[in-house]
């Protein structure tokens, strides 16, 4: 059973922006903060944004900061992800995750209990 889904992944250019949407069963959505992993070709998956249950509280790696921002709409059960000003290294498989409180996904390993099937993201330069 597929509880997270992500989508709005692309093949933009160096500059441009791009929003991802996750939509999540009920249940998991309103008991979870919800964020965002990506990984690279050859390279680990690593932490992008968190929002915490309440969208009150976010996280971000430092390598988005000020160009992407998390977001959650819980009536509708999604959380984005806008990214703009978009670098050929954000070119990644971005994942939708979810975990008992936001700062959890910022801990290595990341302490979540439910992933998404992922959504490629390709920025030429």
């Known amino acids: 059973q597929v509880q997270l889904v992500e989508s709005g992944g692309g093949l933009v250019q160096a500059g441009d922006s791009l929003r991802l949407s996750c939509a999540a069963s009920?249940?998991?959505?309103?008991?979870?903060?919800m964020g965002w992993f990506r990984q690279a070709p050859g390279k680990e998956r690593e932490f992008v944004a968190a929002?915490?249950?309440?969208?009150?509280?976010?996280y971000y790696a430092d390598s988005v900061k000020g160009r992407f921002t998390i977001s959650r709409d819980n009536a509708g059960n999604t959380v984005y992800l806008q990214m703009n000003s978009l670098k050929p290294e954000d070119t990644a498989v971005y994942y939708c995750?979810?975990?008992?409180?936001?700062?959890?996904?910022?801990?290595?390993?990341?302490?979540?209990?439910?992933w998404g099937q992922g959504t490629q993201v390709t920025v030429s330069s």
């Open positions: 995750a979810a975990a008992r409180y936001d700062a959890y996904m910022t801990v290595t390993p990341p302490r979540t209990n439910y």
């Open positions: 009920g249940s998991i959505f309103s008991n979870n903060g």
């Open positions: 929002v915490s249950r309440s969208g009150d509280s976010t």
